[in-house]
């Protein structure tokens, strides 16, 4: 088997399932970071290791990076490009001339500074090639390589086994949700972090100006005292918030939403817009959202709108909810439009993208 060292931050419940699959197919160990990330309940970290083998860098000597960089690999991905575990890796094997590819889930490309673009220039650009989640991803890599190697796979955090079989209509959703939780007759279902970046406020903002029959649920945790007084201030009834849930159960939730709102300032990737297209749920999402922009295509399985336009994305909930056999239709075409975004499809394409690099770079050495 083909022996394969992934370095990258922390094994978040998704990045376990995808390594145990690929595990199946490659001799793998795994780098992490750490253990936790202080943003994450500790109830997500929920996945067990059983096809790779792993070691967290935090528990490790000083120069325990180095030790595995100079062991015998057929090929080394860094994931972690931008910390300074990842770095320094690249630093170090730049330095020895060891090949080595870095993995990249998304990017958005933001006006830097001369100085951070520089930065990471020197950093992607000393990749041998790129493993990209797709076409927005490359443009974002090319914005700093000149022409870079990039072989595309399908970025995801949903197995074959649990996507939708059966899309659900809306009149079939309302009658399965718990009465006691949504109390509207529809339902715009947002799932996450309740900070910032992920622009709850902006979605708040939305709800003064929707419908009274359109319920907003945020689903991730305790919100916030400014979120709360948000919600008072204007006195919004049809405004709620869900404690966490395990993960396993976010999938039921979001299947029996009308729809999922995702207003983000600024997503790298997204994976809830996945997760919900998978469950036959459209998706209302902003353009700073990378797997909004490769997935989504308006009035078709979702709408895209402009971040922090509350306006905006009150309009598209409106619109949405004005015509049930429209919505009915957009959810009919979710699951089909990300039926190759699978955990397994994930691990194959990535095997066969592993194989392809390590047979480019035996041509290119003879």
């Not at 394969?4 to 931050?9: A, H, K, P, S």
Request: charged content about 25%; hydrophobic content about 40%; glycine content about 4%.
């Amino acid at each position: 088997m083909i022996k394969t060292l992934l370095i990258t931050n922390i094994p978040a419940p998704y990045t376990v399932d995808f390594f145990n699959e690929l595990g199946k197919k490659v001799e793998l160990t795994v780098l992490f970071e750490g253990e936790t990330s202080k943003e994450r309940n500790a109830h997500w970290y929920s996945e067990k290791v059983c096809n790779f083998t792993c070691f967290y860098l935090d528990k490790q000597a000083k120069n325990a990076v180095k030790n595995f960089l100079n062991e015998n690999y057929d090929i080394i991905i860094v994931g972690n490009y931008s910390s300074p575990v990842g770095r320094k890796s690249i630093r170090y094997m730049k330095k020895k001339k060891l090949p080595f590819y870095i993995h990249v889930d998304g990017g958005i490309i933001n006006n830097d500074s001369w100085l951070k673009f520089k930065i990471k220039k020197y950093f992607l650009s000393a990749a041998a090639g790129f493993f990209s989640s797709g076409e927005q991803t490359n443009k974002y890599i090319e914005h700093y390589c000149n022409n870079p190697k990039i072989l595309t796979y399908p970025f995801t955090s949903v197995r074959k086994s649990a996507f939708c079989d059966t899309t659900l209509l809306h009149e079939q959703k309302a009658k399965l949700r718990n009465g006691d939780i949504y109390k509207e007759e529809f339902v715009a279902l947002f799932v996450g972090q309740f900070i910032h970046r992920k622009g709850l406020d902006i979605l708040i903002e939305a709800a003064k100006l929707i419908r009274h029959d359109i319920g907003v649920y945020c689903l991730g945790g305790r919100p916030s005292e400014e979120l709360i007084a948000q919600v008072n201030e204007a006195n919004l009834k049809n405004v709620h918030f869900l404690d966490f849930i395990p993960p396993e159960k976010v999938l039921t939730e979001m299947r029996l939403a009308d729809v999922l709102v995702f207003p983000t300032r600024y997503d790298i990737w997204g994976l809830v817009v996945n997760e919900a297209l998978s469950q036959g749920t459209p998706v209302i999402s902003t353009d700073k959202s990378v797997a909004a922009l490769e997935l989504i295509k308006n009035n078709y399985n979702g709408k895209i709108i402009k971040s922090e336009n509350a306006k905006e994305l009150a309009e598209a909930l409106n619109c949405v909810f004005s015509n049930v056999n429209a919505l009915n239709e957009m959810s009919s075409r979710c699951v089909e439009s990300v039926s190759d975004y699978s955990i397994e499809n994930m691990a194959e394409i990535y095997y066969n993208n592993i194989l392809k690099f390590i047979e480019s770079r035996k041509i290119s050495i003879k």
